[in-house]
């Protein structure tokens, strides 16, 4: 199916550009009232991720009530861990649980490692298939799956954390069992992903959330490789590659086999693209409090920002999911003053 | 008094050692049995703070414990919001939380920032003194607080946050509002660090545990220029800045007028110190989860990190304080490793 705005895949693949792409992450979601409507007819978010027409109505609703230039799947990470076997549940103000956590080579048992992507994870292609078909070519639909890291993170510690301790102290206890986990957390997400694409994701980007707990040689070992991995894999479409917080790797990141690199909030985005030159896009940053600003703020702040580029290759978003309890009418002036920003050429 | 071990102050003013001085964040705490038991006869955390004899007692348990080079006063950050009328509750496994925030000029009423800090933090001077009465000049004692970036967050957020957008928020939306409240903080900071010198604290060290939250112009302008005030302010004893996650501000850290700045475990000790040269000393920074390892991976790694040390102007620590379920003996390891470097010259 032709797509009609066409503008993010043309800007991760460093093609000509009319106007910077905008969209935000967590744009389906709690936000918006027609979300929050859908998700009051249900047990809660799990069952919202699981059930494919409700995902799809709700990942459109952003495109239609705000004007992003992409869907992104209405889904979570996690739902990774829990097709292995390891099922968690989503504590209201706290996050996720997991009942059983792998800290040892006989807690590999606990999960299973080779299964049928569509026997398991169904309800996310499924999901996939229905937006498309809505959508009706309209925009681009993004899908996504956590970096190995994150995932292992939350498949060791169990539940959010500040310091993931139980995770790091594996990497200094049993470095072999890491690695192990790490890469049948990698073969898995690759094919998570390519079953995600088949099912009609038009890019795909991978949130390495615990990148910033890491130091620089420890994330290399234990998060970059596994990430180089699926970016050499991932051949069919754009891909993104967001580290939040790993400052000490984003030259790193950039230099792997991917369209665009995430940048957050508070990262130098000038001092990134100075770094890199033209060979990515970069994709952010503006911070999300800047959405609890007057309408006026949020233009001369986002203004601001886009004053910043030193490169027409950019994806505009936020450098984070945005805040629960941001007004959407913050939102589309946001998107607005993206989209009526002309470039000085 | 005469210090017999002065080694830490040595290091701290840039003078010559004759090997690195050593310590940890929040040695003295839970990985003691001793400390435990202490605690067990006490209601809870905060009673401990605020019983000077018991605070005292395990200030000097690491001392005599694990041989460290320096006391750091048992206390937290938050008994400066407390004593400006925030009361908070220390609640299991979540943190502090607090019944009252500012948010508004109105919430300003909530809290009295004109006070005298011997009236209601008599008992952390009082803690001080004792401590150096029984410590007898083994070891230099180290006072603290926290910066005012960080109170703030506290005082505004009302607890730990993952991301303190409701404080993050007020920047934003009223920062009229938060210059003034930093301002009040800072001004109360200086009083009680002054405090705790004149009490008999050798050193003092400036806790900003939430640096890493902001972008590189909101710390300068929200977090530097009230560090910058208690930098300039405090000129009797050496000081320490530790920044944590402040990776675009650390030069700019280093440039203020303080003897010491720490680093945490994530940065590059060696990037920053050919950035700064030997104009300050650096404290840090190896990864807690370190002393997860074996004694001789301990040994390995602890040189290793010895080893990338281009100068003499250190002082050892870990690179944020100490998990509380670290084996002693561990910590041991860590200490002795580092008595025990020599120095190439």
């Not at 800007?11 to 744009?27: N, T």
């Not at 060791?156 to 206890?173: D, H, P, V, W």
Request: glycine share 6%; net charge negative.
């Amino acid at each position: 199916m032709k797509i009609q705005n066409d503008l993010i895949l043309r800007a991760a693949r460093g093609e000509s550009i009319e106007r910077y792409p905008v969209w935000l992450m967590r744009q389906a979601g709690r936000i918006l009232p027609e979300y929050r409507a859908v998700r009051s007819n249900l047990s809660g978010f799990k069952e919202l991720v699981e059930t494919p027409e409700r995902a799809a109505e709700v990942t459109i609703q952003p495109v239609d009530l705000l004007d992003v230039d992409a869907a992104i799947i209405f889904s979570d990470i996690l739902v990774v861990p829990e097709a292995m076997g390891l099922t968690y549940q989503m504590v209201e103000k706290k996050g996720p649980w997991f009942e059983k956590t792998i800290r040892s080579e006989e807690g590999l048992k606990y999960a299973e490692f080779d299964f049928d992507i569509e026997d398991r994870l169904g309800y996310v292609t499924e999901a996939i298939r229905i937006t498309n078909r809505e959508l009706n070519g309209r925009v681009p639909l993004i899908g996504f799956a956590g970096a190995p890291w994150t995932i292992f993170c939350y498949m060791t510690e169990g539940q959010g954390s500040k310091t993931f301790s139980e995770s790091r102290k594996i990497l200094y206890t049993n470095p072999t069992l890491a690695h192990e986990l790490l890469q049948r957390i990698t073969k898995v997400t690759i094919q998570y992903l390519k079953a995600q694409i088949k099912a009609g994701a038009h890019m795909v980007q991978i949130f390495d959330s615990w990148a910033g707990i890491l130091g620089k040689d420890q994330y290399a070992e234990f998060g970059l490789k596994y990430m180089n991995q699926i970016a050499s894999a991932i051949t069919e479409v754009p891909l993104t590659i967001f580290a939040k917080g790993a400052y000490n790797s984003v030259i790193e990141i950039a230099e792997m086999d991917c369209n665009t690199v995430g940048i957050d909030w508070n990262m130098d985005m000038a001092q990134i693209r100075q770094a890199i030159g033209e060979k990515r896009t970069l994709q952010g940053n503006l911070d999300p409090c800047v959405l609890y600003s007057s309408h006026s703020e949020i233009e001369r702040l986002t203004n601001n920002m886009l004053n910043t580029f030193k490169s027409e290759r950019h994806i505009v978003n936020l450098g984070h999911g945005v805040y629960p309890d941001i007004d959407p009418e913050k939102v589309k002036t946001f998107i607005k003053t993206v989209k009526n920003y002309e470039f000085k050429r």
